[in-house]
T-cell receptor, first 110, second 116 residues
């Protein structure tokens, strides 16, 4: 089956450090990967989209990479802040619907 | 508020009852999606509409689930004869049309269903 896998263990880092989250996919090459942020009790919020022909995408303190050889996307938050604490979801998209990974919870400690 | 809205926000029901949820998408969005999310998992795709046409329905979706979008605006999701396993957060999202899959989706706050 076509899977999206994220590290289910929570990631704890110190404020100011760079957080790196991993998204792996198997058995296919998605045309696009999207990253969303989800806070408890709320719906996901779109952050970034990266296409398979793009190696890297940036938005303010966020950076996403797409390595089709490793079948992996990395999501980086530089200069992390406690307000960045949330669950981050990776999703593949084709024809519109999203297939999500299980999400990784990030906790940034002051 | 011009975002996606969902009602009710919370629903508690007894096993065997029917429930209906409503989603109002962003007005100019012609695509509307339903997802289900359980604790510790990512949202799971259920079904989606383009305007009033239901284009895809997950194979995992039981016949007890039905969704409509009668005028291409708001949508309803009905669950008949609810079971405890239906307890979850039901999320609605909307987007502009894109056949390439590169559409950003805007999610509502969700309806949390608890089946006793």
């Amino acid at each position: 089956s076509q899977k999206i896998e994220q590290n289910s263990e929570a990631l704890n880092i110190q404020e100011g450090k760079t957080a790196t989250l991993t998204c792996n996919y198997t058995n296919y090459s998605p045309a696009y990967l999207q990253w969303y942020r989800q806070d408890p009790g709320r719906g996901p919020v779109f952050l970034l989209l990266i296409r398979e022909n793009e190696k890297e995408k940036r938005k303010e303190r966020l950076k996403v990479t797409f390595d089709t050889t490793l079948k992996q996307s990395l999501f980086h938050i530089t200069a992390s802040q406690p307000a960045d604490s949330a669950t981050y979801l990776c999703a593949r998209s084709n024809t519109g619907k999203l297939i999500f990974g299980q999400g990784t919870t990030l906790q940034v400690k002051p | 508020d011009t975002g996606v809205s969902q009602n009710p926000r919370h629903k508690i029901t007894k096993r065997g009852q029917n429930v209906t949820f409503r989603c109002d998408p962003i007005s100019e969005h012609n695509r509307l999606y339903w997802y289900r999310q359980t604790l510790g998992q990512g949202p799971e795709f259920l079904t989606y509409f383009q305007n009033e046409a239901q284009l895809e329905k997950s194979r995992l979706l039981s016949d007890r689930f039905s969704a409509e979008r009668p005028k291409g605006s708001f949508s309803t999701l009905e669950i008949q004869r609810t079971e405890q396993g239906d307890s979850a957060m039901y999320l609605c999202a909307s987007s502009l049309n894109s056949y390439r899959g590169d559409n950003e989706q805007f999610f509502g706050p969700g309806t949390r269903l608890t089946v006793l």
